[in-house]
């Protein structure tokens, strides 16, 4: 059974960095063809793609953030990392992670519960 | 970047009756496209993918169809279960992209 969970800070300060860690299971991260990506969504509104990572590192950003997003792996410990910089309280919202479900598609299948992260002083 | 645009916003059905949801792309994604619902306080969760494959689970009530820019998601007889918000997706291009979605409630 394949699962995802994301885990960090739930309360964060404006200007600081959110690192948010994304915990597999049931598939491993190097496997070719893998990706892990992460979608978030404000309060009351609509998802937004944020970024992806794939098996062999290489790595996709959404347009608008990609100057603010990093994100890396440790395959070892199953874990993929999202680094947001300079956070706002517009960056308020349920952050998940969801596994790219099939090699060399985009659609996203299984998604992680998610983390609601408020951004406030 | 591709714009998602979904209509109606919120649509109000009768539970037994048949919805009709709509995506329309800013350009091509050819069948690149996908589905998903969503329940309050849980995840997305994958209906369709291909513009009208059906997820591991979905009922046969929940169809895909379109291509190109013009998309459909069709319930043919609704379900108390199936009233959640839809939202539809493209990864034919980078960055993906979703639409705002589509409320659909109980009439």
């Known amino acids: 059974q394949i699962t995802l969970k994301e885990s960090g800070p739930t309360l964060v300060k404006p200007t600081q960095t959110l690192t948010l860690t994304c915990t597999v299971s049931g598939f491993s991260l190097s496997t070719t063809g893998v990706g892990v990506g992460w979608i978030r969504q404000p309060p009351g509104k609509a998802l937004e793609w944020l970024a992806l990572i794939f098996w062999d590192d290489d790595t996709r950003y959404s347009t608008s953030l990609k100057t603010r997003l990093t994100v890396t792996k440790d395959n070892s410990k199953n874990q993929v990392v999202l680094t947001m910089t300079n956070v706002d309280p517009v960056d308020t919202g349920t952050y998940f992670c969801?596994?790219?479900?099939?090699?060399?598609?985009?659609?996203?299948?299984?998604w992680g519960q998610g983390i609601l992260v408020t951004v406030s002083s | 970047e591709i714009v998602m645009t979904q209509s109606p916003a919120n649509l109000s059905v009768t539970p037994g009756e048949r919805a009709t949801l709509s995506c329309r792309a800013s350009?091509?994604?050819?069948?690149?496209f996908a589905w998903y619902h969503q329940k309050p306080g849980q995840p997305p969760r994958l209906l369709i993918y291909a513009t009208s494959t059906r997820a591991t689970g979905i009922p046969a009530r929940f169809s895909g169809s379109g291509s190109g820019t013009e998309f459909t998601l069709t319930i043919s007889s609704l379900q108390s279960e199936d009233f959640a918000v839809y939202y539809c997706?493209?990864?034919?291009?980078?960055?993906?992209?979703f639409g705002q979605g589509t409320r659909l409630e109980i009439k």
């Open positions: 350009q091509s994604v050819r069948n690149n």
């Open positions: 969801a596994q790219r479900a099939v090699p060399a598609t985009g659609y996203f299948d299984p």
């Open positions: 997706q493209q990864y034919n291009n980078w960055p993906y992209t």
